[in-house]
Structure formats: structure tokens, C-alpha cells
């Protein structure tokens, strides 16, 4: 099965910051209620599937004291001067 871009950019960003998805999980779950606690396997599941909800990744990305910009893309075949 390959890897799709989200799998592989949180993979990314998860080693850079010296982390595991155990790790980030078990933070996440520290931040959620009682009923809404989620599972290593639930997290890497949506993942690999590429259907991870918005929201679960902003919550990763704040386990990861990172932030998520959108940037507008540069038109193809236009460049600086």
C-alpha cells in the first residue's frame, strides 16, 4: 500500500519533533474528554487512509507546537523578476 502526501507529511513532521504517534496520541487524549478519547490505531488508520478529520490534525499539530499556514500558490510558468 503507498503511502499517501497527508501520511507522509505528518510522518515527517511527528520524527522532526522527536515525538511518536503514541506520544502525540497520548497528549491528544490528555486534552479530550472522557467520551471522546481516540486510539493510536484509530489516528494512524485515518491516516494511512488519507480520511483524518481537519480538526485531528490541528490537534496534532498543536501536540507538535506547530502551526498550519495556507499559502496561495504561485501561478505555473509565472515567476518572480
Given at each position: 500500500m503507498r503511502t499517501n502526501p497527508i501520511?507522509?507529511?505528518i510522518k515527517a513532521n511527528i520524527a522532526q519533533s522527536g515525538m511518536t504517534l503514541?506520544?502525540?496520541?497520548?497528549?491528544?487524549n490528555l486534552k479530550r474528554?472522557?467520551?471522546n478519547q481516540t486510539t493510536i490505531q484509530n489516528i494512524s488508520n485515518k491516516i494511512m487512509r488519507g480520511t483524518i478529520k481537519?480538526?485531528?490534525?490541528?490537534?496534532?499539530?498543536?501536540?507538535l507546537n506547530m502551526k498550519i499556514?495556507?499559502?496561495e500558490?504561485?501561478?505555473?510558468?509565472?515567476?518572480?523578476v
Open positions: 501520511h507522509r507529511q503514541t506520544e502525540v496520541v497520548n497528549r491528544m474528554s472522557n467520551n481537519y480538526s485531528e490534525i490541528l490537534e496534532i499539530a498543536s501536540v499556514i495556507w499559502l500558490k504561485e501561478e505555473e510558468g509565472v515567476r518572480d
